[in-house]
């Protein structure tokens, strides 16, 4: 089985301060790993991925997530935060070579002018 | 323009109608999928497909079918909905190997 934590429902940080939103995962075989990002009244828009490759993972509107394989972990982050981030943020996570999905509950981030 | 089409927006009904709701994209992606939203329970997938006449079931997939005719196309069909059914749905395709989903925009339904 495959599963992914978001530990915190909520996450508050003043404009311009750097972020983090916690992800972290469990699964059997490579992960493939997403952030997706949902404003309201909205559909979800993908961030950024990991399949292979650099830890280091650069995506859309300056967001960045380190995947962390020791610590099953996949952090997304942006030094410097807007208050146009603030949204309801999801990590998905997928075993290479199938197509369930799973996502966590999501955090929502505000960002405080 | 590429976008994942979902029908209705919006729909309220009553326990036991049956209903279907329609999700149709024009990528020519192989990959497609039904998922539910509830607070404090994130996406949930219900059905996925990975191509036409594919389909398997998801974390969720009691009182849903699914049919995949044409690869635009995945229909998600409650025959008996249930007021449990009440939720936000998105439809979402995919085209490996990016294995990056687009969403639609959602279908909030209430069952009464």
């Known amino acids: 089985a495959q599963s992914v934590a978001q530990p915190e429902d909520q996450v508050n940080v003043a404009e311009g301060n750097p972020l983090t939103v916690k992800c972290t995962y469990s699964?059997?075989?490579?992960?493939?790993l997403f952030w997706y990002v949902q404003y309201p009244n909205r559909g979800l828009q993908f961030l950024l991925k990991y399949i292979t490759g650099d830890n280091l993972v650069k995506g859309s509107y300056g967001f960045e997530a380190e995947f962390n394989k020791s610590q099953t972990s996949f952090h997304l982050k942006k030094p410097s935060a807007l208050v146009s981030d603030s949204a309801l943020y999801f990590c998905?996570?997928?075993?290479?070579?199938?197509?369930?999905?799973?996502f966590g509950t999501g955090t929502k981030l505000q960002v405080i002018p | 323009e590429a976008q994942v089409t979902q029908n209705p927006r919006y729909l309220i009904t009553v326990t036991g109608k049956k209903l279907t709701v329609t999700c149709s994209q024009n990528m020519n992606h192989e990959y497609m999928s039904w998922y539910r939203q509830d607070p404090g329970l994130g996406l949930r997938q219900i059905y996925y497909?990975?191509?036409?006449?594919?389909?398997d079931k998801g974390d969720v997939p009691e009182g849903y079918k699914v049919s995949r005719k044409e690869k635009r196309n995945f229909p998600l069909i409650l025959e008996s909905p249930s007021p449990n059914q009440t939720s936000l749905y998105f439809c979402?395709?995919?085209?490996?190997?990016?294995?990056?989903?687009?969403f639609g925009a959602g279908t909030r339904l209430s069952v009464l």
């Open positions: 699964v059997s075989g490579n992960p493939y």
């Open positions: 497909s990975m191509n036409v006449e594919v389909t």
């Open positions: 979402a395709s995919s085209l490996a190997p990016t294995n990056i989903q687009y």
């Open positions: 998905a996570l997928k075993a290479g070579g199938y197509q369930k999905v799973t």
